[in-house]
């Protein structure tokens, strides 16, 4: 599986669409590799990870409507996950992330949706 977690520094980012890069995690290679966010465009980020083979995304903040793009697109999400993307990968193996359900206002500024 192919994971993509967005990455602000070494953390996972607090608002999905305004991160840096993406951590893309493979869980079958156990391998790590970056890819820049092309953008914040509305829409355009679901479809852009799903080219890439992206099945999993682990996330902060994430609007209703990028979740709701996500779903269209067969794309599993945990939102409201917070701290290193190091920490978050082996809590993701250890089977301890629990999605919060967490949705930012589509207004929100990075640092009002975090967990």
């Not at 890069?21 to 799903?50: C, I, R, W």
């Not at 099945?55 to 269209?72: N, P, W």
């Not at 917070?82 to 250890?94: A, C, P, Y």
Request: glycine share 14%; with cysteine.
């Amino acid at each position: 599986m192919l994971i993509a977690i967005p990455k602000e520094g070494d953390m996972v980012c607090a608002h999905f669409g305004h991160c840096e890069e993406f951590t893309l995690y493979d869980t079958n290679a156990k391998t790590l590799k970056s890819v820049a966010n092309p953008g914040h465009q509305p829409g355009f980020l679901p479809g852009f990870l799903k080219e890439l083979g992206v099945e999993l995304v682990i996330a902060g903040g994430m609007g209703g409507r990028a979740q709701d793009l996500f779903a269209t697109q067969g794309i599993q999400l945990i939102v409201g996950i917070s701290g290193s993307i190091d920490d978050v990968i082996v809590r993701f193996k250890k089977d301890e992330l629990v999605s919060s359900g967490e949705v930012c206002s589509e207004h929100a500024h990075a640092g009002d949706c975090h967990s």
